[in-house]
């Protein structure tokens, strides 16, 4: 399996992008495709190109952040987003894995790799790790601004899907984000929203507000893209001002005695910690293009990106896209 | 000054309420009406009533936190949330606080106090104490599930007001809840919204996204109460998660080498753990309506009552809902 990995994208690359790479290439025993511009990637991955199967594909044009995405993927043809994703096109990469411009990775799936036929909306799928029991999916985490209540109904039947064959949850609890239990409450799209999720066959839980995201209560949390942002932007946020106060983690390392270190362990706060450091996390998936595409959070460093490249894998290996298609041919059969 | 509190509303009433409002009496040396069941209230408060200036005014409804807001206020005239809003009404006490039903305090206010003329929707400002530097205003934080561009507006005229009268703040920045920060950024809410904010007095810095409610960059933030809801519950639920973990704060307090002790309160832990502690914050205030109503977090116990009467008495010495009106009277003038 060859995975392509985007070199040029997110606020660490091309160097802990490289070093994820070749971390997970090790880890994972996988091929990697290093997608960027060859003479800075010659330089800093000369030694592991013949140790590992890695090789390079020259991508002569970078987006930035903060370009507009349609307007970038449409000027830079050549860009390591757009190839990266031509990778995936032409079979010669099995998913891609990028840390760059959003909307650009978006734009550029769906212009190379399409839609599955019935999903309307593609949607970013993000894995919140922070609830003690089980990894939350939220769906959609940004990909849809403006939402009608039948995508949020496709992005339930997309986020089940990958709840169950990739994170292995047997029959996934669908919840609706809202900001309230009981039906009826919320705004107009969530109250037209949850009418049509009762008349599906997911093993629809309800309503799931915002403390569901951390407390779980449903293992799929399905929102538009834009309270999907927001709500994941805010809630890194916290972890980040935990994270960051003076480098409390450091400081627990430090401690030089070992009872009171242990006593700070012991109360789970090592591991809440590592939960909500998007350091560690894997990235979000972009689900309902014909193809496996892997978001890493733009700030990854070489962790980050080796545990996104490890869920591409994952992504793969389940063979998810398919199930997704063979999915909707089923509903549009039985329509 | 006389504060009218709801003894009936929240998780701990009516003993921590009742707790809470002689702590208030004393520290703040004002006039307590406690609305509630007598007989109850007698009990809990005879000791009292005489040292302080404390009263009880009889309600022998209770609405209860499941109960749909609208039925239940108006099958429920002699409940303690309609009784203390009459309480302000009739000029009888200055505020009203409630950690009652949201829902029901909301709409027992628009029915007894009414709308400040020019304002089409009151909305909740909530006070997000995280950011080290200063406190943020969100505002709605619950009340308006379905919202128009027109009063997103004037939940930002209605939030600088309160910034700047209550907290303080000289020329507040006013920021726009979305998920991006360039112009053009969101759904079309917000795109709409932008628009009509530039076109504003108001100290406008553009769009702020999800970590901002954390790090600051604006001092009032406006939103849909939708969004505002989610949002706010998913950043407590974190909180409450890490406030949680077999009692961090505990075992800090413990710990039994003084030196590790202070190296853990340098970080800052100790200071974080009491901002986003909802049992430290004084509720949010109901902006909009013909007088001083204060939401308690249904969660409060004696130091957050204690905390919330401390706002409404800032809020009615600040005489900030006569700000307001005025200012909608001079907008109303000027166009």
Known sequence: MI???????????????VKGAVKAAQDYNIGIALVGRKDLLHVQTGRYLKKLDMTIVDATQTIEDDESPIEAVNN??????????NLVKTGKAAAF?????????LYSALLGLGRIKGIERPAIASIINISITAPVLLIDSGANANCRPKYLVQFARLGAIYSREVLGVPSPRVGLLNSGEEEGKGNRLMQETYTLLKETDLN???NIEGHGLVRGGADVIVTDGFTGNIVLKALEGLGDTFLKLRNV?????NARHMQSRHQLFDTGLGSLVRRIDYRESGGACLLGVNGDVIIAHGRSQAKAIRNAIGLAKQSVDSAVC??????????AASE
């Open 97 to 105: 894995v990028s840390a760059g411009n959003t909307g650009a990775v």
């Open 322 to 331: 398919q199930i997704i298609k063979d999915q909707q041919s089923q509903l």
């Open 76 to 85: 830079k043809p050549d860009s390591s987003i757009m190839m990266g994703i």
């Open 249 to 253: 983690g450091q400081v627990f390392a």
């Open 204 to 206: 629809f839980v309800g």
């Open 3 to 17: 995975i392509a990995v985007d070199t040029a994208g997110g606020e660490y690359a091309p160097h802990e992008v």
